[in-house]
Structure formats: C-alpha cells, structure tokens
C-alpha cells in the first residue's frame, strides 16, 4: 500500500518559502516527492534551503507585491500542480493606533500578494487541474484585539479563497488553513518588536491562549497543506479549515 499524501511529480510553488510555515511546508512538499519552487523576496535563504531538499527544488525572488515580477515568474514557468499562497507579515494596532502607510502595507502584502500570485498562476493550474492553498489565519475568523489591519487582511483571504472556489468548482480545488498561533520567526520577529524586555512573559501568554497550551508548530501546519493538495483530499473544496489548539472552539 502507497503513503498517502504523495505528491510525486507535482510542480509546487510556496510564497514565503524560505522561512517559517513556509519553509516546512517546502520541506513537507519535497519530501512527498514533489519539485518545489521556493517563492521569497530573500532569495538567499530560498537558495540556501533549496539546496538541502530533492526533486529540483530551487528559488526564485519574489516580491508579491510587485505585478511585473509576479507576471514575470509564473510566464518563466512550464507547468505548475500547487500553489500555497503563504507570504504575509503582522501588525499590532487597534484602528486608533493603525497608520495609514501601515494599513496600506498589510494589504499589499497579505491580500494584493496572494490576488496577484492567483492570477498569474491560474493559466497553469487550470491546466493541471491544479491545487491552491491560502494560509489564512484565526484572527479572518474572530476578533483579534489590536490587530485591526491583521485581522481585515486575513478576512480578505478566507474571501477569496470561497470566491475562487465558486468560481472555478471543478476545475480547480482552493482551500484556506486559519492556523492559531505558530511558534515560527513571525512570531519571533513580534515579540522583539513589540515585547523585547518581556519576551519570556509574553511567550507563557501566546501559549496559553490556545486551550491545548501550547503554540502551533510550523510542520502542523505545513501537513495540513500537503493533505489540502492530495488526492486525497479530493472532495474539499472552498473549505477554511482551522488549526489553533482550540482558540475559535472556546
């Protein structure tokens, strides 16, 4: 009997694939047999990890935000099976506190990157009768406090990963991961800019706040995306799918 989840011959493209959930979910993706193409603006680390997995895998820099760029990619591309839309970045702010060049950014980020990376790949995955995953976030789902913009953006994706989904019902299959907290650099790179002489303390709180007791792990969630774009996983579709230790649950 053959493992499940393979992904053997499959082209997949991970967006903030050099770090983080997106790193493991390169690594997951490999190691399922696929060739996976590491989508970073830190083409350095992309490389770095590229060269430590099998099946071809390589990086390409990618600014999501950046329209020609993306064009660009995806018409350098011959075939692709999956694409994990995972880049996005945070922010701590109520909308008193939220800047305007902020608020901005967390769009162009989190929602124009995975709208323009769609676009731009879906003449290939209607092609291949392709997979696409969104990695949403618990705070699309339930209110956040002092994550107004975060929580807006994550909103957008659970969106437009139904949209999708109604609009293209059988030739492809869109789903959305909600992960609750991730012990990742994400969350690292929070702590140090918002918590920096509380580290520890903050941490004890970021675990407790989900009932399990502890956070996420990036390979949790990467898993979830492999069964996502399985065979598998043929009849889900239009799906958001959390993942957070039971936070949306209490």
């Known amino acids: 009997m053959s493992s499940p989840f ?10 903030g694939g050099a770090s983080g959930i997106g790193e493991s979910t390169s690594r997951v993706f490999a190691a399922a047999g696929a060739t996976v193409l590491i989508a970073d603006i830190d083409l350095a680390r992309g490389e770095a990890l590229a060269a430590q997995l099998p099946n071809g895998a390589r990086a390409i820099r990618c ?57 731009y790949a879906m003449p290939l995955l209607l092609k291949s009768a392709g997979r696409v995953v969104n990695i949403g976030s618990v705070a699309g789902l339930i209110g956040v406090k002092r994550r107004y913009a ?11 990963t139904r949209q999708l989904a109604v609009d293209y019902p059988t030739q492809i299959r869109v789903n959305c991961i909600c992960p609750g907290t991730v012990d990742s650099p994400f969350v690292e790179g929070y702590l140090e800019k918002y918590h920096k002489h509380e580290k520890e303390k903050v941490r004890a709180e970021l675990n407790t706040r989900q009932p399990i007791g502890r956070l996420g792990k990036p390979d949790e969630i990467a898993h979830l995306a492999l069964y996502l774009a399985s065979d598998e996983a043929g009849f889900v579709n239009g799906s958001v799918i959390t993942i957070d230790g039971g936070w949306t649950a209490a």
Do not use: H, W
Request: aromatic residues 6%; charged residues 20%.
């Open 6 to 15: 393979q992904q053997n011959g499959r082209v997949v493209l991970v967006t």
């Open 63 to 119: 600014d999501v935000t950046n329209e020609e760029e993306v064009k660009a990619i995806f018409a350098s591309l011959d075939s692709l099976d999956v694409l994990v839309n995972n880049a996005g970045i945070g922010l701590v702010g109520n909308v008193e506190e939220t800047e305007m060049a902020d608020f901005e950014r967390l769009m162009r980020v989190n929602v124009t990157g995975p709208y323009l990376i769609t676009k």
């Open 150 to 160: 975060y929580c807006a953006t994550k909103g957008a994706v659970i969106a437009m």
